[in-house]
């Protein structure tokens, strides 16, 4: 079977007449008929948006175009300095901006075991940064850190992936992002992963800035999340960037910058402060939620569940912020730190009901057991 080019698009005359429809806004029979003189006469603007739009598997809409372009879109510096607390010189930023940085969360010493493991099993799959060419549709390296911190609060939280670049319409350094939400709640994080930085890193700081501003709008409208503050995270795997937007204040911050370098043990290694302030960063999200669900003032009795759910994960953040003695001690107290959370979070209802017919398992040990239990059971393994 022949592969189709990535960089070329289909010419199914359906999708042709599709796309065009959308883009200028005319029924599918009068792009059809003068398909050819609209496509000449396209906005140079518009055509990367017309390519992305046919070799996307996904269904052509007007929503879908415009959140195409809002992707292809890269902000000028312009676009923000001046506002926000935000310096003229992009080269003043982080020093001039405010400062805003959470109390840091240790995670076990075992959870980082397994994360570096899982983590070099993926960059098995996807050739190592050095030599990935091209967009950063198969830039990944984060996502086993986001999905593992993320998977921690059991369809609680989510993370909705932003469309990777699929065009070279960009200096090289296609984006793939990560938007974290909770449930019954707004986005409070978004991570914006690029494989060149330096070269245009004013510009995707803009961006990740106009980015933040815009969820923020929009949580205004939530009322469990107007107030929250926002957080961004911009990285081309090598350094991470962290900023956050306070609606309350309408000012960013800057946190800090982290650097990863090295081989492939020692950009794993040094994740490790990284993976702790992503947790933070996402159970502050968290317990914001639970704060806001538990005081609720339309004077009704906040539910119990959320009373107790925010008892339970303030005793947990209080153990994972405490400074450790020692590695055993880091283990325990943040063990039984996980322990207290994992009773917080299943008092909480999920984002999305859970398919199944058993009990949510609440600990690693529980879904080991299901896991062979239900593995054996439909799998009788001879005969």
Not at 142 to 168: C, H, N, Q, S, Y
Not at 292 to 304: E, L
């Amino acid at each position: 079977m022949t592969k189709r080019s990535l960089s070329q698009p289909t010419h199914e005359p359906a999708r042709v007449n599709k796309a065009l429809s959308v883009i200028l806004g005319v029924s599918e029979d009068e792009a059809a008929g003068v398909w050819v003189e609209r496509l000449a006469n396209l906005a140079k603007e518009d055509m990367p948006l017309f390519l992305t739009l046919l070799r996307d598997d996904a269904e052509i809409s007007a929503q879908r175009y415009k959140k195409t372009k809002q992707a292809l879109q890269v902000a000028a510096w312009e676009n923000v300095a001046g506002q926000h607390g935000v310096p003229l010189s992009f080269m003043a930023l982080d020093r001039i901006l405010a400062h805003h940085s959470l109390t840091p969360c240790y995670l076990p010493p075992s959870f980082h075991y397994m994360l570096f493991q899982s983590a070099w099993h993926l960059l098995d799959v996807f050739p190592d940064l050095d030599f990935q060419e091209g967009e950063a549709a198969r830039v990944r390296t984060l996502e086993p850190f986001i999905m593992t911190l993320v998977a921690i609060f059991r369809g609680r939280i989510a993370d909705i992936p932003e469309e990777p670049m699929k065009t070279k319409v960009l200096p090289p350094g296609g984006e793939v992002k990560h938007e974290i939400c909770v449930s019954g709640g707004p986005s409070f994080l978004f991570v914006v992963e690029l494989k060149v930085l330096m070269a245009q890193k004013p510009a995707y700081v803009a961006q990740l800035f106009l980015e933040l501003l815009s969820a923020a709008k929009e949580n205004s409208l939530d009322k469990f999340g107007s107030m929250q503050r926002v957080y961004g995270i911009l990285t081309d795997l090598d350094a991470y960037h962290f900023y956050s937007y306070d609606p309350a204040t309408e000012r960013f911050a800057f946190d800090c910058t982290m650097p990863v370098f090295g081989g492939r043990e020692e950009k794993l290694a040094r994740m490790v402060p990284v993976t702790n302030k992503i947790f933070g960063i996402i159970l502050s999200g968290y317990m914001e939620m639970l704060v806001a669900k538990a005081s609720v003032t339309d004077g009704r009795a906040p539910p119990a569940g959320f009373t107790k759910a925010l008892e339970l994960s303030t005793e947990a953040h209080q153990l994972f912020i405490k400074l450790p003695t020692s590695k055993k001690n880091l283990e325990e107290q943040a063990t039984a730190a996980l322990g207290l959370l994992q009773q917080s979070i299943t008092l909480v209802p999920r984002l999305q009901a859970l398919q199944t017919n058993i009990a949510e398992p609440t600990s690693q040990a529980e879904l080991s057991r299901v896991a062979e239990e239900h593995i054996d059971k439909f799998n009788p393994w001879v005969g």
